[in-house]
Nanobody, 113 residues
Framework: VQLQASGGGLVQPGGSLRLSCAASGIRVSISNMAWYRQAPGKERELVARISSVDTTIYADSVKGRFTISRDAAKSTLILQMNSLKPEDTAVYYC????????WGQGTLVTVSS
């Protein structure tokens, strides 16, 4: 199983970014998938999760701003991030699996003016 996250970068406060996680070796359509993030000096935290039946949950800090979705045809997990804030700065990781959860490498998101 391989998970390849991309789409991070530098963005100004109030801006948007779209993160993608390309999955191989796993059936995206039946997997539980999630985005986590880890800011400098902090523990890794859940950002958003989508279940195998498309139930979604979000951290309170991102509700109304971030949207998690999957494109099963492209085996890709997506995180649309709008109205970004400096406190969203972190390395973002994708995770996916049915029973065992697998992790991809992170992609850095920096929100700064």
């Amino acid at each position: 199983v391989q998970l390849q996250a991309s789409g991070g970068g530098l963005v100004q406060p109030g801006g948007s970014l779209r993160l993608s996680c390309a999955a191989s070796g796993i059936r995206v359509s039946i997997s539980n998938m999630a985005w986590y993030r880890q800011a400098p000096g902090k523990e890794r935290e859940l950002v958003a999760r989508i279940s195998s039946v498309d139930t979604t949950i979000y951290a309170d800090s991102v509700k109304g701003r971030f949207t998690i979705s999957r494109d099963a045809a492209k085996s890709t997990l997506i995180l649309q991030m709008n109205s970004l804030k400096p406190e969203d700065t972190a390395v973002y990781y994708c995770s996916a699996g049915v029973v065992t959860m697998y992790w991809g490498q992170g992609t850095l998101v920096t929100v700064s003016s």
